[in-house]
Each structure stands twice: as structure tokens, then as C-alpha cells.
């Protein structure tokens, strides 16, 4: 049901986009009129299909997302190359400024440091990987020193070392390395190999579709993204060989990859940033202008004259048509669309249309629309001069809806650039229906319907300027609600309720610590407040949800047992007192003096010292499950003595299944029957482990013992006085 009042269409990659067609004057093969989607970016022109964008770049490097594959970095910044003549491995030399050939590396042959055919190289770590189709194996150095680190020798899709020269042989075409080690891809048997350590065993994954794949890439996650030569397209798997799913888009997965470090041409040509050329700092070291080199020679790359270095990027048009959106009125005039953009470059133009009709059309027909029915507003263009110092910052574009009224409305986007750059449009919210305040005006302003046309446009441009306060009133409220206010609002709303905040909790967990704290602040001080703040404490630690009846207890002292008032007395008929001068251990001679117990207490009275005792104390029973680590617990420390009465002492009692009759004894309270305890023997208790809870694995605490060989099963709950010690 649509709700009461002004309201929005909100296109974005997370509501989506809602396309209904798009056109272009070039299309790539899939026909999708040279827009792409991308998810850090948003809605922006798709690479060209011939440039250095695309996942069929001619440099290898699958439109900018990794390395070309005959270029290698390892962590330290060591640039290596793989030149398509002899010597093939060359790496380069900060001091000379050259790609050098590695010493005794590279040369033509079969023996254990020469190459046939490489095809590709990867750096993993220290371990420079090259993927020697000829020689059918791949050759591992190490990069500091060049020495040979290992040699992965032929072997068939089984995993069983075979000769060069046998029908199975697998076909090493291309090596990338991951979080979990080296990867190489066999373009013969569809199989990759997975290797943890130079010189230990693979593991062998199997994707789906073998024997079709020339390049494989992993991501940070372990990922693995396999290519088919001369295919726009990435086949994406698990880790374990699953497959996911397919994109045509490198943008869309681009996030999952460092940015390259140096960028290659057509000729294999590739730019080292003036960083590396220099003092070779880190990977991640792209300042400067840099150089470009020719990887067949090492030398730096001569260009003529009127050669252009570096083809464009983006396909220069791109047209995308989202709709319909219904506003389930009739003859509704829709009022407005607001684009957030993420980038508007130098070159660069958005130009916005729309149509409106009374009755849903189909897709075709909206293609088939002539230009002159779409209502066209001012483009939006891109700066005269690149900035200078900080990159362009999102910028948002807001103009009104020029179409006539109707129920549905068709968004029409046209990007343009110079090829270099793309504009890229996070998200579009439409909103409607127009409210003017042509409505406050008597009726005859709105008489003639040109005139009543014109007033509604003149009067949006005041009445857009008064929404975002009007509706910045409407929704004040949500900022005072923990579960609607912003991040930066929740910090806030803790410090007016003077509500301290563990540092390390992430904004749900304080969002949690808010909602369960603001309807007990009239009842603050008292058991149930206390109960509500350490629930969510609870909560917050352990990560699960808590009910009203569970866990923690709080047992105020004077409810902890039933006092019998006696004058002058410790026994009852004979028998013993419902407590002790041991409960105090306060020194009365003759009465209480044992040496190494009592205590000197020169304050109360002692006739009335176990009241004294248990007066404003109180005991906080929580399972010692849920509160594992020391740091745990003080957290736990810190939200009772922020939230307890000032005057108040109390006790943290962290429980473990058992009875303990003296100590865990009391049904529905500190009971808790569980299953008969394990002992290990010769554990080291872990320094990690909260200091309440009990120890585990000791004698006389909750070690059962159980000897004999009988076969009888004994199901009693051991329940022993003062210890959890049992002899079967």
C-alpha cells in the first residue's frame, strides 16, 4: 500500500536499478548500450571493449584488475618481467634504471634454472613462480637471493608425476598466488593446483567446464576467477572449486583486488611509477610520473612522435532507461529526481529525461519512443580543469520532472565522456507527487493551465529549498532512536544518558546497550534495572538473545536466607543456628577464636553482625559459559559498578553445572544439573580465562572419580557436601 503524503523511488545498486532497456552507439557483444554496474562505482559507462578496461585487454591484466601475466612484484617491491625473447627473466635495477636479466636464469633449455616456453609469472610471498609451458613444469626462485627454491615437474590430471612428452601431460598456462599459497592453472585437464609450500604436495581443484580456461586470478579471499581466452567474461569459484556465478564487468569485482602496480600497453610495454624507480618503498607506491619500458629489450621505451601512449578507457556514450515506476496515482504530477554521483570527470556530461503516461507501457514501445516525447532538464557537466590535491568529492544533482502528469514515469540517463574517464551515478531518487504551493494560492492563479504550469516550476525552486528542513522536522525523531539513528548519532545519544561504552563493541552492540537501558532509566538503581543493563551486557558478550527469565540473577542479601533472631544464643532446641560466628570470624573469646580464621572487627554489634553482613550486598549469578576471558569478565565488573546503588557491595558468582550444597545449592538459582564432568589431567590453566570462574580438572572441586570395571550405568547427579567429588 502506498503510504500517505510525498514519498520516493529510490534506484541504487542495493534496491536496484529497475532497467527496462538500453541503447548505444557501440554496442559490445552483450548489447547492453555501454553502461555497466558496478557496485563501489554504481551505474557509469562500460569499458571499451578494445582498451585496457576490458577482461580482453591485450595486456593481460583483465581490465586493470590484477598484474599483466608476464609481470610479477613480490611484497618487497622487486619488479620482475618476462620478455618474449632470451633472456627471458629479467628483473629491474632501481641504479641503473633497467630491467636486467637474472644471472644464469632464463636462457633457452631444459635444465633446472632454464625456460622453453614461459607463458606467465607470479610472485607468492618470496617464491617467483613461472609457468614454463614448454618445459611442461613450473620453476619457483626465490626473489632476494634468485636461487632455486623448486621445480614443479610434469605431471598428469591425477596428480602423478609423468613425462614431458606423455598423451596426459598437463599444460601450465597460467599461475597467480592467494591467501592460501601458489595456484597453478592446467588449460589441458580444467584442473588447478593449489600448493601451500614450494616443496610440499598440491591440492588439486576441479571447477566445472575443464579444458577451456587460458588465465586464472585469485582475490583476497582465496577466490578463484578463471578466463577464457578471447571471452568477456570471468568464471568466478570458491575456494574449493564451487562454482558462483559469471560477470562480464571487471568493475564490479574490482574491489576485491589491490590496484595494479604498473599498467602495460598493446606492445607489452609497461609504466613503473617514479616511486620504484627510485627507492622501490612498497607495492602500493604509484606516485610520480614514472617511466615506461620495453620489456624485450629492459631498456627505457622510445615513442615517435605522433604515437599515442595509452588507448582511451570507456566507451565515449552510454544510455540507460529505468521504469516503470508507479506512483499509484492517478494523473500524478511527479516532482523531482536527486542523483548522487560518485564521479562527474573532466569531459564528461549526464544528461536526464523522462516520460510519464496514464497506462503501463511495454519495453519496446518505450525503446521505439521518439526523442522529442522524453522531457528533457539542463545536462549535467563536468569541471573545465581537473582538481588539484584531492580527488573529486560526490556530488549530487537535483531538477525537476518537466513531464506532463501520469501515473508511471521512465528515467532516461545518457552518459558521456572523452573516453579517459567515466561519470558514475550512485543511486537516483525519484520523488513525488508534487506538492506546490500553488495550492495556498486562491484558485484563480491555477485558471489557465500555462499559467498554473508556470507558477508550479517558479514556486518548486523555493519549495525545494524548504523540504530537506521540513522533512529534517519530520524525522527528527528517528536520531533519538536507537535502532534508526545514524552511527555518529548513537555515541551521542549514549553521552546525554551519560551511558559509558566499551570501547571494542561495534554500533549494533551499542545500539543493543541503548534500547535495553532507555526504559529502565526511571527505574535506575533498582534489581530490575540492573537485570536489563547486564542482560544486554550479556548479550553483547555471548551474542545470544536473552529472555526476561534467564540469566543473570540478582539475589539481594536480605533475601539470600531467612534469619532467625536469637539474644544470646547459637543454638536452637540443641541444634545449630542457621549461621555461625564464622560468618564474620569476628575474635569472641570463648566463643569464636580460632587462630588463623577470626578477624579483628571492632565495628557492629555481635549479636547482629550476620545482618550487618548481608546489608546492602547483593550476588550477580551468571553462567560461566558466557563469560570466558578475563576481559570479558572486567567488562562485566565495569557495567555493575557503573549502574549498582553507590552504597552498595556485591559479589560475582560465575556458575558451572553441579550442586555444592553450602555454595551452589539453592533450585531455580545457582543449580544447574549438567552432565558428569571430564577430567584432564596435567592441563595448564589458561592465563586468557576469566579469574571467577572455578577451576576445572581440580580434586575437590569437580573431578568425579570412578573406578572397577562394572558395567552397571549409574545416572545419579553426583551431589556432594562442599565439593562436586564423587567415588563410584
Not at 590535491?389 to 560526490?394: D, F, H, N, V
Amino acid at each position: 500500500m502506498r503510504p500517505a503524503g510525498p514519498t520516493f523511488w529510490l534506484l541504487d545498486a542495493r534496491t536496484g536499478w529497475r532497467t527496462i532497456g538500453s541503447t548505444g552507439d557501440t554496442p559490445p557483444p552483450a548489447d547492453d548500450g555501454g553502461i555497466a554496474f558496478d557496485a563501489v562505482h554504481g551505474l557509469r559507462l562500460q569499458a571499451d571493449p578494445h582498451g585496457p578496461r576490458a577482461l580482453t585487454s591485450p595486456d593481460g591484466s583483465l581490465g586493470r584488475l590484477v598484474l599483466p601475466d608476464f609481470v610479477a612484484a613480490d611484497g618487497a617491491a622487486r619488479l620482475f618481467t618476462l620478455a618474449p625473447n632470451p633472456p627471458y627473466l629479467r628483473r629491474f635495477d632501481a641504479d641503473s634504471g633497467m630491467f636486467l636479466p637474472l644471472p644464469a636464469s632464463g636462457e633457452p633449455g631444459s635444465g633446472a634454472r632454464d625456460l622453453a616456453t614461459p607463458v606467465a609469472i607470479a610472485a607468492s610471498g618470496r617464491n617467483l613462480l613461472v609457468a614454463d609451458r614448454g618445459n611442461r613444469r613450473v620453476v619457483v626462485f626465490d626473489t632476494p637471493t634468485l636461487s632455486l627454491r623448486a621445480v614443479w615437474e610434469a605431471r598428469d590430471g591425477s596428480n602423478h608425476p609423468v613425462p614431458p612428452d606423455h598423451p596426459q601431460v598437463w599444460d601450465p598456462v597460467s599461475v597467480d598466488a592467494g591467501p592460501t599459497g601458489a595456484h597453478v592453472l592446467d588449460a589441458a585437464h580444467g584442473v588447478v593446483y593449489r600448493f601451500s609450500d614450494p616443496i610440499g604436495s598440491p591440492i588439486i581443484i576441479r571447477p566445472a567446464g575443464a579444458g577451456r580456461w587460458r588465465r586464472l586470478v585469485v582475490d583476497a579471499r582465496g577466490y578463484l576467477y578463471l578466463h577464457a581466452e578471447g571471452e568477456p567474461r570471468l568464471d568466478i569459484f570458491r575456494p574449493d572449486g564451487e562454482f558462483v556465478r559469471s560477470t562480464v564487468d571487471g568493475g564490479e569485482v574490482a574491489d576485491r583486488f589491490d590496484p595494479p602496480l604498473v599498467i602495460a600497453d598493446h606492445r607489452r610495454r609497461i609504466h613503473v611509477p617514479a616511486g620504484l624507480l627510485t627507492s622501490c618503498p612498497s607495492v602500493t607506491d604509484t606516485s610520480g610520473d614514472g617511466t615506461w619500458f620495453d620489456t624485450s629489450t629492459g631498456h627505457p621505451a622510445v615513442f615517435a612522435d605522433d604515437e599515442w601512449i595509452g588507448p582511451t578507457h570507456f566507451q565515449k556514450k552510454g544510455t540507460w532507461i529505468g521504469g516503470p515506476l508507479d506512483s499509484e496515482i492517478y494523473r500524478c504530477q511527479w516532482h523531482r529526481i536527486q542523483l548522487e554521483l560518485n564521479r562527474l570527470p573532466v569531459g564528461s556530461r549526464i544528461r536526464v529525461s523522462t516520460y510519464t503516461d496514464a497506462t503501463e507501457r511495454q519495453r519496446d514501445d518505450i525503446l521505439a519512443l521518439p526523442n522529442a516525447l522524453w522531457a528533457q532538464v539542463p545536462d549535467l557537466i563536468g569541471p573545465p580543469a581537473r582538481p588539484r590535491g584531492r580527488e573529486q568529492r560526490t556530488l549530487t544533482g537535483d531538477m525537476a520532472v518537466l513531464s506532463r502528469e501520469g501515473r508511471f514515469l521512465w528515467l532516461r540517463l545518457e552518459l558521456h565522456s572523452d573516453g579517459y574517464d567515466t561519470p558514475a551515478v550512485a543511486s537516483a531518487r525519484v520523488h513525488y507527487p508534487r506538492r506546490s504551493h500553488l495550492e495556498l494560492l486562491p484558485a484563480v492563479y491555477s485558471a489557465d493551465d500555462a499559467a498554473r504550469r508556470f507558477l508550479e516550476r517558479f514556486l518548486s525552486v523555493f519549495q525545494t529549498q524548504l523540504e530537506p528542513v521540513e522533512h529534517l522536522i519530520r524525522d527528527v525523531a528517528g536520531l533519538f532512536d536507537p535502532d534508526a539513528a545514524p552511527p555518529q548519532m548513537v555515541d551521542a545519544l549514549s553521552s546525554w544518558l551519560a551511558l559509558p561504552l566499551e570501547g571494542d563493541w561495534d554500533t549494533d552492540q551499542r545500539r543493543n546497550l541503548l534500547r535495553t537501558i532507555a526504559p529502565a532509566l526511571r527505574r535506575r538503581g533498582t534489581p530490575h534495572a540492573l537485570r536489563g543493563y547486564l542482560r544486554a551486557y550479556l548479550e553483547n558478550l555471548t551474542g545470544l538473545p536473552l529472555k526476561d527469565d534467564q540469566f543473570p540473577h540478582l539475589v539481594e542479601g536480605y533475601r539470600e536466607r531467612n534469619h532467625i533472631w536469637l539474644t544470646g544464643q547459637d543454638t536452637v532446641g540443641g541444634r545449630a543456628a542457621p549461621w555461625s560466628s564464622g560468618k564474620v570470624a569476628r575474635l569472641q573469646l570463648d566463643r569464636y577464636a580460632t587462630v588463623g580464621k577470626v578477624r579483628l572487627v571492632s565495628t557492629g554489634d555481635p549479636d547482629r553482625d550476620v545482618f550487618h553482613h548481608y546489608a546492602h550486598r547483593f550476588r550477580v549469578i551468571v553462567p560461566a559459559p558466557w563469560v570466558r576471558t578475563a576481559a570479558d569478565e572486567r567488562a562485566l565488573h565495569r557495567a555493575i559498578e557503573a549502574e549498582k546503588p553507590a552504597h552498595t557491595a556485591y559479589d560475582l558468582a560465575l556458575l558451572t553445572p553441579g550442586i555444592r550444597i553450602g555454595h551452589q545449592s539453592t533450585i531455580g538459582l545457582d543449580t544447574v544439573i549438567g552432565a558428569t564432568p571430564r577430567t584432564r589431567l596435567a592441563c595448564r590453566d589458561d592465563t586468557t580465562r576469566a579469574p571467577s570462574r572455578p577451576p576445572s580438572g581440580r580434586l575437590g572441586i569437580d573431578t568425579v572419580l570412578r573406578g572397577g570395571t562394572a558395567r552397571r550405568r549409574d545416572r545419579r547427579v553426583p551431589t556432594p557436601l562442599d565439593s562436586n567429588v564423587t567415588l563410584l
